[in-house]
């Protein structure tokens, strides 16, 4: 056997034991050395060949999906306590300034949360509970929510909240769901995630 035959063959061992492991880095380093070597020699066609085999294989082993975590139960009924302090506190400065500027007090308990829970999961996904804890909303693909499927979200939530054992239900949804969503998030397509 020749030195370039023994050449060859360490190669495709090489190439097979990357490709076994599912390696991409080790693929394309493999690629970029036996492309370099076959200029060097001259545009040796073996080298050629094995090198064409790393970038196909490269091309089919998929990226490793970025890990999510999902936001857990506890995680998110602290969020929860944190957002609806803040919501009270500033639901009882509305009430109070409420007569000096001709704002129905009883419409107020409803609207604050609702601007609250859309402007904020609309423009960054993240309550002031949300941010303190970690977490952010997210679309199931991992996109940004947006007005929309916040103020959708928001509006489940409420409704949920009026039927108390929808509320119940709901609250205690994430024990059991896979991605830890609660029903609003289902009818919303969100789902809350740890920030890395």
Do not use: C
């Amino acid at each position: 056997m020749s030195g370039a035959e023994l050449q060859l063959d360490a190669v495709d061992l090489e190439l097979e034991q990357a490709i076994a492991r599912g390696d991409r880095d080790a693929l394309g380093r493999l690629a970029d050395r036996l492309e370099a070597q076959a200029e060097a020699n001259g545009g040796s066609h073996g080298l050629l060949v094995a090198a064409a085999r790393a970038r196909a294989a490269l091309a089919r082993i998929a990226p490793a999906a970025p890990t999510v975590t999902y936001a857990g139960w506890g995680r998110r009924v602290a969020g929860s306590l944190i957002d609806w302090t803040v919501i009270w506190v500033a639901v009882g400065i509305a009430v109070a300034v409420a007569p000096a500027v001709t704002v129905p007090s009883y419409v107020l308990p409803y609207v604050v949360p609702f601007v609250y829970f859309t402007v904020l999961h609309g423009a960054s996904g993240r309550t002031l509970g949300k941010a303190a804890l970690g977490m952010t909303l997210r679309r199931v693909d991992g996109g940004p929510v947006g007005y929309a499927a916040a103020a959708g979200r928001t509006v489940t939530q409420f409704l949920l909240f009026v039927l108390v054992l929808g509320f119940v239900i709901d609250s205690l949804w994430p024990l059991w769901s896979d991605k830890r969503r609660t029903l609003h998030d289902k009818a919303a397509g969100t789902v809350v995630v740890r920030n890395s």
